[in-house]
């Protein structure tokens, strides 16, 4: 069973800059595609952002280009989110995802197999 870990989350004040954290204790990242995903109360799931395992592309939802940045450490065998310039909208639990899939990642939850458990933002102050 592949397990991933999210951490990083908690209150942050408006215009703060948390990184998330995901990380997988018992398998290797290095070629398995990573999407964020973030779902708010009230609201569907949003794709938040994706970087492929092919040749480490990266895309952003409009509502977070600019201000976040996924990377990924393979070293580490994690992959990050750093927000940047968060606002009350960005209050949600966010997940991360993978599959196993050498090519292009794209912002679709379908596209995804695993799962963490998710993180709560809360952007307030």
């Known amino acids: 069973q592949v397990q991933l870990v999210e951490s990083g989350g908690g209150l942050v004040q408006p215009g703060g800059s948390p990184r998330l954290s995901c990380a997988a204790p018992?398998?290797?990242?290095?070629?398995?595609?990573i999407g964020w995903f973030r779902q708010a109360p009230g609201k569907e799931r949003e794709g938040v952002s994706c970087?492929?395992?092919?040749?480490?592309?990266?895309y952003y939802a409009d509502s977070v280009k600019g201000r976040f940045t996924i990377s990924r450490d393979n070293a580490k065998n994690t992959v990050y989110l750093q927000m940047n310039s968060l606002k009350p909208e960005d209050t949600a639990v966010y997940y991360c995802?993978?599959?196993?899939?050498?090519?292009?990642?794209?912002?679709?939850?379908?596209?995804?197999?695993?799962w963490g458990l998710g993180t709560q933002v809360t952007v307030s102050s």
């Open positions: 970087i492929s395992s092919s040749d480490g592309s990266t």
């Open positions: 018992k398998f290797t990242l290095d070629y398995y595609a």
């Open positions: 995802a993978a599959v196993l899939k050498f090519r292009r990642c794209v912002l679709s939850g379908s596209w995804y197999d695993y």
